[in-house]
């Protein structure tokens, strides 16, 4: 059996990255983390940030220093979530909302880690998750 445990980011400050992304999902830092390793728990599966000495941010969009992953977070308004990633100081930096208010947004975390608040049309959210609407 294979299951999928942890999503592991490098960065040179692992407790500052947990803060930013704790604010932004709302989940707590998991108890025992620290300046080597810090988690952030999502049931089964743990966004973790392990620190590294010689940490290169990547500079999206720039192939050169490639952003290597990103995170897409849903939402239900992509205005009110913009300002509060913004102000837990995330950078905006490319929009793709159309005219009907659904598509996507780019920004990047404190250390250059790009990811995305979007908005999709027809998504409903549970307590249990998102339920995406059925695809002909």
Request: some cysteine; proline content about 7%; charged content about 30%.
């Amino acid at each position: 059996m294979l299951r999928l445990t942890d999503f592991i980011i490098d960065c040179p400050d692992t407790m500052k990255l947990a803060a930013f992304y704790s604010g932004v999902t709302g989940r707590p830092i998991k108890e025992g983390s620290s300046e080597d390793w810090a988690g952030i728990q999502f049931g089964e599966i743990e966004l973790a940030f392990i620190r590294v000495d010689d940490y290169r941010a990547p500079q999206w969009p720039d192939s050169e220093h490639p952003k290597q992953f990103h995170l897409d977070f849903e939402v239900d308004d992509i205005e009110s979530e913009q300002r509060r990633v913004l102000d837990l100081g995330a950078t905006l930096r490319q929009d793709f909302i159309g005219p009907n208010g659904y598509g996507w947004r780019i920004y990047t975390d404190p250390i250059g880690h790009p990811f995305c608040l979007c908005r999709n049309k027809g998504v409903t959210w549970t307590d249990e998750g998102p339920i995406w609407p059925k695809r002909d």
